[in-house]
């Protein structure tokens, strides 16, 4: 990598995605490289520094990923540095097209795109509920993949795959609100006040502000689908209006906010 400082902007729902960043942090601090974690939903996308090598993670969501994942990616600032930008994805079993499109927009904005990889981890979006032994397996093969990833991006193995169709309607689609728009006609909240303790866990864990605290949580219309609140709920109190959902939790909720 050209530029020794990397900054590694990431968004993780239920923390799959944060070990996969803390493995990454962990294998480039042993190489001296200096890694700033930066959590996206927190950041401002026009302060990039375009001197530094941009690392970019988050889970996969309906083959794509959250809208407000995406506008942060569609808003990266434009670049005639050629800045060094690689991406990791964690997700339960295929990421779409995701990585290729992605590709497409980071060149045209002028980076330089030098490594992506999509990383399996246990599915957050579980109705079956699985042995833990089961989870931690999963995590340990992903761990090791993105030690693995690591190394290729230091030492010059990685890649980035393009698409064959750089301005296809896969491309477009995916760029939309539409995956997402799909989804939550089958994963609207609802609350259980009978359980609720009204302890504020979920308002103080939603990326996007979508949860009003009133008397009870209140859910606006800005949800994305990304399961925090549901799966740190210490109660149990939120509910997928139409499935029973298995809370799934990687770190404490502690470590996401
Ligand atoms: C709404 C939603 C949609 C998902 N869609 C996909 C998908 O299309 N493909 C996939 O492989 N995994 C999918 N998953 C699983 C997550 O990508 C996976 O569990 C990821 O590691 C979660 O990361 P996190 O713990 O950092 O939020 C989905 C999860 C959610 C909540
Ligand atoms: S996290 Fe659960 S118990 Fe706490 S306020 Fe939200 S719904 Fe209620
Ligand atoms: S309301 Fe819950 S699922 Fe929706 S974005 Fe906020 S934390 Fe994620």
Same mark, same amino acid.
């Given at each position: /990598? ?16 944060? &070990? ?16 700033? &974690?930066?959590?996206?939903? #927190? ?16 889970? =996969? ?12 990616? #569609?808003?990266?600032? &434009? ?7 690689? /991406? ?9 097209? =995701? ?21 399996? /981890? ?18 340990? #093969? ?5 030690? #693995? ?77 990304? /399961? ?16 029973? &959902? ?12």
């Amino acid at each position: /990598m050209k530029s020794n400082k990397v900054d590694f902007y990431y968004f993780s729902g239920t923390g799959n995605t944060f &070990l996969v960043v803390r493995e990454i942090k962990s294998f480039f601090e042993e190489n001296r490289y200096q890694v700033n &974690l930066i959590k996206l939903e #927190k950041a401002d996308p026009a302060q990039v520094n375009l001197e530094h090598t941009i690392g970019l993670a988050f889970p =996969i969501a309906a083959f794509s990923t959250y809208p407000f994942v995406w506008n942060f990616l #569609k808003s990266l600032p &434009l670049t005639d540095k050629s800045t060094e930008i690689f /991406m990791v994805t964690t997700m339960a079993g295929s990421s779409g097209f =995701i990585i290729p499109a992605l590709n497409h927009l980071l060149r045209k904005k002028g980076y330089d795109p030098f490594g992506a990889k999509g990383i399996i /981890m246990p599915n957050n979006l579980n109705f079956r509920n699985l042995p833990l032994a089961r989870y931690s397996r999963i995590v340990e #093969k992903g761990l090791v993949q993105a030690r #693995k990833f690591a190394h290729d991006l230091l030492f010059g193995f990685s890649h980035w795959k393009k698409s064959p169709f750089p301005a296809s309607q896969i491309n477009k689609f995916l760029q939309t609100e539409k995956p997402w728009q799909f989804m939550q006609k089958f994963l609207g909240m609802s609350i259980d006040t009978g359980k609720c303790i009204k302890c504020g866990l979920c308002y103080r864990l939603c990326p996007v502000e979508n949860i009003l605290m009133e008397y009870f949580p209140e859910f606006q219309q800005q949800c994305q689908s990304c /399961m925090r609140c549901i799966s740190f709920c210490p109660t149990e109190a939120i509910h997928l209006r139409k499935r029973k &959902l298995h809370p799934y939790q990687a770190v404490k909720a502690e470590e996401l906010i």
